[in-house]
């Protein structure tokens, strides 16, 4: 049994408030975009897990899919008898959420896969406790996201007739990195509001509050979002805590070989 976890990009990003559990108070709106790992999870005669593509860092007993995993009901039939495969594909580290879809799509998978018959409810009380992006990928549709990033409201945006180029530059941002440089403040407008002018009018008005201060340690940064938008992009941002800038087009566009020494995502928006 297979599925593809997918990424997102977060069209604006407000970190509004340092909470007292350590976390942060966030504003942003979630959409889900079509670069894709591939995730397998097959019966065998003992328990395994085996990644391929993109080489994953540090303890596999830290990987989400791992934490998924543990968190199945104990009385699941044959459940050490499993082999899961990832096919790693989303950079890591890059603002676009593809360990927190890992982990999401492997609670789906094993809920198909056991025949639990949980509830999307419920899956997304289990993706909680994986992290904080984890929820969105269980409907797996834009959102604005608020909270610690686990709650979140509908929102009627459709870009489905736009065209997105996405570029990693192969700088890895941690979390901890990326909120070290953060002063938490409440925006003046909401990104809810925000959200419903006409996209032409998001460059000036919707910013991912990550960008400004790691695109000074990170120059690259900014020469990708000037290139994108001179390329003729009608958005351009970086993602979550960085350092993936995404443009949003109108029209197909190839990028392939102006950013050719970096990696590289297109295709038409969801």
Not at 58 to 67: F, M, P, Q, S
Not at 105 to 134: H, I, M, R, T, Y
């Amino acid at each position: 049994m297979i599925n593809f976890p997918n990424a997102k990009i977060n069209i604006g990003l407000n970190i509004t408030k340092k909470r007292s559990d350590g976390y942060h108070n966030i504003a942003s709106v979630f959409y889900p975009i079509a670069w894709k790992d591939a995730l397998e999870v097959a019966p065998s005669n003992s328990f395994s897990f085996a990644g391929t593509g993109l080489e994953i860092p540090g303890n596999t007993d830290n990987n989400l899919i791992i934490k998924a995993y543990e968190l199945l009901p104990s009385n699941v039939n044959t459940k050490d008898n499993v082999a899961i495969h990832l096919h790693k594909v989303i950079p890591m580290g890059a603002g676009l959420g593809g360990g927190s879809a890992d982990g999401s799509f492997a609670l789906k998978l094993f809920n198909d896969f056991f025949k639990l018959e949980l509830s999307s409810s419920s899956l997304e009380d289990l993706a909680a406790q994986l992290g904080s992006d984890c929820p969105f990928f269980i409907k797996n549709k834009a959102v604005f996201c608020y909270d610690r990033g686990i709650k979140f409201r509908d929102i009627s945006i459709d870009l489905s007739s736009y065209y997105i180029v996405v570029v990693n530059p192969k700088i890895h941002i941690s979390t901890a990195e990326a909120y070290s440089v953060i002063k938490p403040i409440n925006p003046v407008s909401s990104i809810l509001d925000l959200i419903k002018q006409p996209i032409e009018n998001w460059k000036s008005t919707i910013h991912n509050d990550f960008e400004k201060p790691l695109a000074a340690k990170y120059p690259l940064i900014s020469e990708i979002k000037d290139t994108l938008y001179s390329s003729g992009a009608v958005y351009a941002s970086m993602t979550g805590s960085g350092s993936t800038v995404y443009g949003i087009f109108k029209e197909p566009t190839d990028l392939i070989e102006t950013f050719n020494d970096l990696t590289v995502w297109q295709g038409k928006m969801l």
